[in-house]
């Protein structure tokens, strides 16, 4: 699998598809010398393809550690990966690749963005929600004062090495997280023939009735499921890679990604008040069942796919009703980095494959859905 991200007609990154991280040296080779950043969690992969690297190269390849959570996602942290970058004598060629999560590919990402300038980057990203969003399209950055992803810039990464097997070691809280963002695609753009968000409801049903507890490691029980759910990574990676192509500064297209996200972002900052610990894609899977039936009170879709939609991601082992008065995600909602003029872009849904952009009130949004609770 190779998909292009092109941008003004210039192809500017690759997702690449590996069965095995020995296969992700050799297309390094052109670059004279590479750093590794990688999340702490995944060390041992990381360490696994550092060493591989350093064979092919004939030479050491320096690698740093960071720990990678929400409230680490800081300029500080960056700050430590540029020190690192020139402790080690990071040049403008240098490649730097970052191992791990979204957090650790935005941080990274962002880095390799300011340091000298700018340097290349790559990521093998490690969890399904990068694998299939986060590391794609070149969004990188960190919170700031409160705000998420509030300092940062688009650019995008040579290669998104795309190696399903790295996910067998994820928790499968993690990789619930990802399946909202792969259902998430595919509710916006199926290819056409409904099939991959069907199949998705499938091999997620099968994988939630395997009956794995939330901190479990996925495993050896993941395996089964490995080569089709490569194939669907790969088909929401195209998805991705096509809009990030078609609008890569989000001015407009690019902005169907965001489906569900803003109800997402209201309800992890009420979380994170209350001290609750919903992750990303949870809140995400919440904020889609609100978005389905906000656009069946607008007339958008019938009510019979706003409750599928629904019925279908708890069927996947994913949270869909929002536990907080909807009042209280009013102040974030309308904070969303896309207001303008006090109106937010809600991405709502016509059909599977079928979403709209429409500009709304927050309060009219939260109007209408109040007669669900
Ligand atoms: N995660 C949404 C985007 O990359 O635009």
Redesign the pocket.
């Known amino acids: 699998m190779t998909i292009p991200v092109t941008i003004d007609g210039k192809v500017q990154g690759q997702v690449l598809g590996v069965s095995d991280l020995r296969e992700i040296p050799p297309y390094l080779d052109t670059y004279p010398s590479l750093r590794i950043v990688y999340d702490i969690n995944v060390r041992p992969l990381a360490m696994e393809l550092k060493g591989a690297l350093s064979v092919e190269r004939g030479e050491d390849v320096p690698a740093f550690a960071i720990s990678c959570s929400e409230e680490g996602k800081t300029l500080h942290t960056v700050q430590d990966i540029c020190t690192w970058l020139l402790d080690t004598s990071a040049q403008r060629s240098t490649l730097l690749l970052a191992i791990g999560g979204g957090i650790c590919t935005d941080m990274a990402g962002f880095a390799a963005c300011i340091y000298k300038r700018g340097i290349p980057f790559a990521f093998l990203p490690t969890t399904l929600l990068a694998q299939v969003?986060?590391a794609i399209?070149g969004?990188t950055g960190v919170n700031f004062q409160d705000f998420k992803n509030m300092l940062g810039v688009i650019s995008q990464p040579v290669y998104t090495f795309e190696c399903p097997t790295s996910l067998l070691t994820l928790p499968y809280r993690e990789f619930l997280g990802g399946a909202a963002e792969l259902l998430k695609t595919f509710i916006l753009d199926d290819g056409g023939g409904k099939v991959l968000y069907e199949e998705t409801v499938s091999l997620l049903g099968e994988v939630h009735s395997l009956g794995l507890k939330k901190e479990e490691r996925l495993g050896d029980a993941l395996l089964p499921y490995l080569p089709a759910l490569g194939k669907l990574i790969g088909a929401a990676a195209s998805v991705k890679a096509s809009v990030v192509s078609e609008d890569p500064y989000?001015r407009g297209r690019?902005k169907v990604?965001?489906l569900g996200h803003t109800f997402a972002h209201g309800i992890e900052h009420e979380a994170r008040v209350r001290g609750d610990a919903w992750s990303h894609g949870e809140a995400v899977s919440m904020g889609m069942v609100l978005c389905a039936r906000l656009s069946s009170s607008l007339g958008l879709c019938t009510e019979e796919l706003s409750d599928k939609i629904r019925k279908d991601l708890g069927g996947c082992g994913l949270p869909v009703e929002c536990p907080y008065p909807l009042s209280s995600l009013r102040g974030a909602m309308s904070v969303d980095k896309k207001a303008r003029g006090g109106k937010v872009p809600f991405i709502l849904i016509g059909d599977i494959g079928d979403v709209r952009i429409v500009e709304l009130e927050v309060e009219e949004a939260l109007e209408r859905l109040e007669r669900y609770y």
């Open positions: 969003d986060a399209g969004k989000e690019r990604l965001n």
